[in-house]
């Protein structure tokens, strides 16, 4: 019998390195997007983008055909919609908690696989929102006016 040492085959998984490097990138650009779309107010530009990221899972939904996800999906990316309209017009800090929020959805999904086939998206999407919420979070600390 061989004394060699047997390691433990380890699951395939991929690399998060890759994912959160580009959702670090995409979140710092994407918190610079109120200088590109400068005739909009931040709340406005900020809003959309909010209303955007979370509208992507529709189409993972989509992607992956079941009924029940789709509705689901569909449902939640509602309410992220709703956060976003409601924060054009109040308290810019419901940018803060709805991007903070997606990217708890995005933390959901990464461990639940929810929706099929989305590998690399929630880790990635994560980190955008969480980048742009902390960046939204310190311009309102900082006094940075959202109308």
């Not at 990221?53 to 189409?59: F, K, L, V």
């Not at 800090?93 to 639940?112: E, F, M, N």
Request: charged share 10%; hydrophobic share 60%.
């Amino acid at each position: 019998m061989s004394t060699a040492s047997v390691t433990p085959a380890r699951p395939n998984r991929m690399s998060l390195r890759s994912p959160i490097l580009w959702g670090v990138v995409v979140g710092i650009v994407q918190a610079a997007t109120p200088l590109a779309f400068w005739w909009l107010n931040s709340a406005t530009t900020y809003a959309v983008g909010l209303a955007v990221i979370a509208s992507i899972y529709i189409g993972f939904a989509v992607a992956d055909g079941r009924p029940r996800v789709i509705a689901i999906e569909s449902s939640v990316a509602f309410v992220f919609v709703l956060i976003a309209a409601a924060a054009v017009t109040n308290s810019p800090w419901l940018l803060v908690a709805g991007l903070a929020g997606h990217g708890l959805k995005d933390l959901w999904q990464h461990r639940s696989h929810f929706v099929a086939n989305t590998r690399w998206w929630p880790p990635f999407c994560m980190v955008v929102d969480f980048v742009v919420a902390a960046i939204i979070a310190v311009e309102v600390a900082a006094g940075m006016n959202f109308n």
